[in-house]
């Protein structure tokens, strides 16, 4: 008998700890997600410097690639797309709203033909 006593005892502790490790799993499977923050939030750009080279930069790669459509490439609308999008960076910049650098480097890349 002293041995099934000694049994019944091991499985309760055992049973206890099995127990402890099951609630500490669940509470941080459910804190995780409350400490990773929100989702969706906007990433925080460095700001591009809105100096006049890189407009004027930017102004000369417009004009570029509106010369580029009508001379070689004959109103391929990729041209007139790139001159869109690089007027619209440079009204960003002349307003003063955050620029991401990266969207400087892009614009100033030649438009791509496929």
Not at 91 to 102: K, M, Y
Request: glycine share 6%; no cysteine; hydrophobic share 45%.
């Amino acid at each position: 008998m002293p041995e099934a006593t000694q049994g019944i005892r091991g499985l309760r502790v055992m049973k206890k700890n099995l127990m402890i490790f099951a609630a500490a799993a669940l509470a941080t499977t459910l804190a995780i997600p409350a400490l990773a923050g929100p989702v969706g939030v906007s990433r925080t750009y460095n700001s591009a410097p809105s100096d006049a080279a890189t407009i004027a930069e930017l102004q000369d790669a417009a004009q570029k690639a509106t010369w580029d459509g009508m001379n070689g490439n004959k109103n391929n609308i990729v041209f007139a797309r790139k001159n869109y999008e690089i007027n619209r960076l440079i009204d960003r910049l002349n307003n003063g709203q955050p620029v991401d650098p990266a969207e400087i480097d892009m614009a100033l890349e030649p438009a791509h033909v496929w």
